[in-house]
C-alpha cells in the first residue's frame, strides 16, 4: 500500500460525459501527478501540482482539467469524453520539496471505459 | 532529461537466469535515475534510485542498477530472476533541480518455468 487512495475504482460512462478522478496524496506529500496509461500510448504524464499550484504540464488535452486543494487532494476532471479516453488513470505523489528524491508513489489507478 | 529509452520493449526469459533491462537517457544537466516496476492489476511502485555517489545501487527484490554517465545509462539486473518478477519495468529520469519526470515506454518482463 503506497498510501495514495484513488477513487473510484472503476468508472464506466458514455462518449460526450463528464467524469471527475479524485487522488489523495501520502500524508505530507506537496506534489500530486496525474498519468494516462493505455495499451497503444503507454504511460503518458499529464500533469503536476506543488502545493496547490500547477508546476508541470504535459500531454494533458484541452478536455481534461486537474486541481490541487488546500487540503493536497486532487481531481482530474475529464469532459466531452471520446472513446480513446478509455485508460487506466493513475495519481502519485511526492514530498516535492527542494533537495527530496522526488520519487513518486502511485495510486492504484482509476480505470475509465467511455462506451 | 531529455528523454529516456527502454531499449527492449519485451524480455522474455527462464526461471533462474539472469536478466538486464537496458535504459538510456538524454539529458544536458544531471540527473536523478529511477526504475519502477508494476505488476499486473497494479501502480508503479519504485524498484531503485540513483540520487549520487556510488554508481551502483541496489534495490527491492535482489534488483541492482548501475549508473554509468559516459554511456548515459542505467541498466537494471538480476542475478537469478523468479516467476514472480513477471512485470512491466519503468526507467525514469529527473533533471536535478527540475520538476519533470520523464518516463521510458516501459520493458515488460516474462519470465517462463
Known amino acids: 500500500d503506497s498510501g495514495v487512495t484513488q477513487t473510484p475504482k472503476h468508472l464506466i460512462t458514455a462518449t460526450g460525459q463528464r467524469v471527475t478522478l479524485r487522488c489523495s496524496p501520502r500524508s505530507g506529500d506537496l506534489s500530486v501527478y496525474w498519468y494516462q496509461q493505455s495499451l497503444d500510448q503507454g504511460l503518458q504524464f499529464l500533469i503536476q501540482?506543488?502545493?496547490?499550484?500547477?508546476?508541470a504540464k504535459g500531454n494533458i488535452l484541452e478536455r481534461f482539467s486537474a486541481q490541487q486543494f488546500p487540503d493536497l487532494h486532487s481531481e482530474l476532471n475529464l469532459s466531452s469524453l471520446e472513446l480513446g479516453d478509455s485508460a487506466l488513470y493513475f495519481c502519485?505523489?511526492?514530498?516535492?520539496?527542494?533537495?527530496?528524491?522526488?520519487?513518486?508513489?502511485f495510486g492504484p489507478g482509476t480505470r475509465l471505459t467511455v462506451t | 532529461a531529455q528523454s529516456v529509452t527502454q531499449l527492449d520493449s519485451q524480455v522474455p526469459v527462464f526461471e533462474e537466469a539472469p536478466v538486464e533491462l537496458r535504459c538510456n537517457y538524454s539529458?544536458?544537466?544531471?540527473?536523478?535515475l529511477f526504475w519502477y516496476v508494476q505488476y499486473p492489476n497494479q501502480g508503479l511502485q519504485l524498484l531503485l534510485k540513483y540520487l549520487s555517489g556510488s554508481t551502483l545501487v541496489k534495490g527491492i527484490n535482489g534488483f541492482e542498477a548501475e549508473f554509468n554517465k559516459s554511456q548515459t545509462s542505467f541498466h537494471l539486473r538480476k542475478p537469478s530472476v523468479h516467476i514472480s518478477d513477471t512485470a512491466e519495468y519503468f526507467c525514469a529520469a529527473l533533471n536535478t533541480g527540475g520538476f519533470k519526470t520523464i518516463f521510458g515506454a516501459g520493458t515488460r518482463l516474462f519470465v517462463k518455468a
Open positions: 539529458s544536458s544537466v544531471s540527473v536523478y
Open positions: 501540482y506543488y502545493n496547490g499550484e500547477e508546476r
Open positions: 502519485a505523489s511526492s514530498v516535492g520539496l527542494p533537495g527530496s528524491s522526488y520519487e513518486q508513489y
